[in-house]
């Protein structure tokens, strides 16, 4: 499975508008991030839960041993830009932590199973961010 084709033909159908292939328009947002070594901008699509005024991004990397590229960038620059629905707008990303982080992680595997699923294939703890839109 290419990863790399799969994000580009998501990240194409997205912003044509019309369905995307094998995933729920309305819980996909394209994140674009800069590169924490190259400082290019980089955009992935990513699954999203509501969460009030933010949106709530979770960098399970399916499992994997790493975190996804995109999480590493926040590290180096947390500013970064949100497509969802017709909208785009900047957004300062925020990795939960603490109770906050296990509150919500825990409401997140209850409501969405697959990321129980992710948690048991690694050792590492599952990021969630939250994405704040910048005024």
């Given at each position: 499975m290419d990863i790399k084709a799969i994000n580009r033909r998501t990240i194409e159908q997205f912003r044509a508008g019309g369905d995307i292939?094998?995933?729920?328009?309305?819980r996909l947002l394209l994140l674009t991030t800069r590169g924490?070594?190259?400082?290019?901008p980089y955009t992935a699509p990513l699954m999203f839960h509501p969460d009030g005024d933010r949106l709530l991004v979770i960098a399970s990397n399916i499992g994997a041993p790493k975190h996804p590229d995109w999480y590493l960038n926040l590290d180096a620059e947390p500013r970064v830009?949100?497509?969802?629905?017709?909208?785009?707008?900047?957004?300062?990303?925020?990795?939960?932590?603490?109770?906050?982080?296990e509150r919500i992680w825990a409401m997140l595997k209850q409501t969405y199973p697959f990321f129980a699923e992710h948690e048991t294939k690694t050792d590492r703890i599952i990021p969630v961010v939250s994405l704040t839109r910048t005024p």
């Amino acid at each position: 499975m290419d990863i790399k084709a799969i994000n580009r033909r998501t990240i194409e159908q997205f912003r044509a508008g019309g369905d995307i292939e094998g995933m729920h328009r309305e819980r996909l947002l394209l994140l674009t991030t800069r590169g924490r070594k190259s400082g290019n901008p980089y955009t992935a699509p990513l699954m999203f839960h509501p969460d009030g005024d933010r949106l709530l991004v979770i960098a399970s990397n399916i499992g994997a041993p790493k975190h996804p590229d995109w999480y590493l960038n926040l590290d180096a620059e947390p500013r970064v830009t949100v497509e969802v629905g017709a909208e785009t707008y900047d957004a300062v990303a925020t990795p939960l932590e603490g109770e906050e982080r296990e509150r919500i992680w825990a409401m997140l595997k209850q409501t969405y199973p697959f990321f129980a699923e992710h948690e048991t294939k690694t050792d590492r703890i599952i990021p969630v961010v939250s994405l704040t839109r910048t005024p």
